[in-house]
């Protein structure tokens, strides 16, 4: 099964994608402003493009589990894209994700929170 996961911001949403088999996770790039009429269609552009089975998108939860301002715009992001996505959308924990791109990079690097985001995901649901 073919992932394509989505680090959600209001700038900036990173994208990565697994291959075919969902074993192995690649940052593929950023969309601007994606809740802008331009940003949803270059989103839905490149999801079309990249034919994924399912897209992901992380969820920004609490160190202790509480959902705050961001996971509610999270969500509402969510709730748009399923409306015009032709395929399943679905919400993953991301708590480190972005933290962990920034220390293995040195800097935010979407696609590649985007990526770890989708590693932890493909290892959850393997097999």
């Given at each position: 099964?073919?992932?394509l996961a989505l680090d959600y911001g209001r700038a900036r949403t990173g994208i990565a994608v697994s291959d075919p088999t969902g074993t192995l996770a690649r940052p593929v790039g950023v969309v601007r402003r994606v809740r802008s009429r331009p940003g949803r269609a270059e989103l839905l552009r490149r999801i079309g493009e990249l034919e994924p089975d399912v897209v992901v998108v992380g969820l920004p939860v609490s160190m202790d589990g509480t959902r705050g301002r961001q996971a509610g715009e999270t969500l509402a992001f969510v709730a748009e894209?399923?409306?015009d996505c032709p395929v399943?959308?679905?919400t993953y924990d991301e708590r480190l994700t972005t933290a962990m791109a920034k220390r293995l990079n040195g800097r935010d690097d979407d696609a590649l929170a985007a990526a770890h985001l989708l590693e932890g995901y493909l290892r959850q649901f393997a097999g």
């Open positions: 099964m073919k992932v894209l399923e409306h399943p959308v679905k």
